[in-house]
């Protein structure tokens, strides 16, 4: 089993065209998702994501990558030292 390690991904997106293909990717990583919450500032005409997650470290590195090559849309993420061995449930 893959050790997984608990992050947090910080997106940005400044372009509304590019949410529906940012939703399909987190749908698509949702098995690792721990959570997410996404604030939408109007007055500035960005919305602000924070996706949650507990991957392995090269699961979490793809999802950024794909989210980042989205146009208009910026992503950080920031690993926690917490690491564990993953499951089955995730695969």
């Known amino acids: ?3 997984t390690r608990v992050a947090i ?3 940005i997106v400044e372009n509304p065209e590019a949410v529906e293909e940012l939703n399909e ?3 698509e990583y949702r098995a690792w998702i721990i959570g997410r919450m996404g604030v939408p500032y109007r007055q500035r005409g960005v919305s602000v994501i924070s ?3 507990d991957a392995p470290q090269d ?3 793809a999802l950024a990558g794909k989210v980042g090559s989205l146009d208009g849309v910026s992503v950080k993420t920031l690993y926690s030292n917490v690491v564990s061995e993953g499951t089955e449930a995730h695969a």
């Open 51 to 53: 996706v949650a997650l």
């Open 59 to 61: 699961v979490t590195s």
């Open 9 to 11: 991904m910080g997106i």
């Open 1 to 3: 089993m893959a050790q």
């Open 25 to 27: 990717l987190l749908h």
